[in-house]
């Protein structure tokens, strides 16, 4: 089957953001080890100004409608209009489940002594983390598909990859999320981009 691989990471995490969300659901659960990360973090980058998580983990997430349309418009002009309906739909798509969930399971921010900077809403999943890892993982997936070139593929890739990475670690840094919750929204963003790859690869018939 064409799209199996897909499916089998779309269920692998899908199960670790469904474990996790049990684990951190669970009225036994006591995130101290957590706060304890948080602290440790925070300690090792003290003399770094808080302007500069804050600066990484916003600037790119205030310009993502700008993003979007900018590869959409690539798209539709090289006639990928598959891939412009997915990079167009994606977003809003995770921005609105990840909003549900969060309204469902209803987990506190860590706490307030923790917060380098303030923040309302509730806390799993990580919204910046499922949105980093849908937007940019898709970058990454279009860049695999549509780039020749493998040195700038691997280039682009690897950047990319790593800022994914930098989103989760400064949401833990600034004190806003336990890093279960960059677990969940990690989880949450691969589901998403497995659930387009598998869309993207769908051939659809022709009826003669």
């Known amino acids: ?21 049990l684990i ?8 101290e080890y957590e706060v304890k990360i948080i602290h440790f973090v925070q ?9 500069v998580p804050v600066f990484m983990t916003d600037s790119w997430y205030g310009q993502i409608t700008l993003i979007v349309l900018l590869f959409a418009v690539i798209f539709l002009i090289n006639k990928k209009y598959k891939d412009a309906i997915i990079i ?6 995770a921005k609105y489940i990840y909003g549900v969930l969060k309204m469902l399971i ?7 002594e923790s917060r380098l900077v303030e923040v309302s809403s509730f806390s799993f999943p990580s919204g910046h983390s499922t949105m980093s890892m849908v937007l940019f993982g898709l970058l990454i997936y279009f860049a695999y598909k549509f780039i020749n070139n493998k040195v700038l593929k691997t280039v682009i890739i690897v950047s990319l990859a790593l800022f994914i990475l930098l989103i989760g670690f400064t949401r833990i840094w600034l004190g806003v999320h336990y890093p279960t919750d960059i677990i969940g929204g990690y989880s949450l963003g691969i589901c998403f981009i497995c659930f387009c790859i598998f869309i993207d690869k769908l051939k659809i018939s022709k009826s003669k």
């Open 1 to 21: 089957m064409k799209n199996r691989m897909e499916i089998i990471i779309f269920f692998i995490f899908l199960s670790i953001f469904t474990i996790t969300a």
């Open 24 to 31: 951190i659901s669970n009225p036994g659960f006591m995130p």
């Open 43 to 51: 300690h090792m980058l003290k003399f770094v100004p808080v302007s």
């Open 88 to 93: 167009i739909l994606a977003l809003p798509a």
């Open 106 to 112: 209803e987990r506190p921010r860590p706490p307030l």
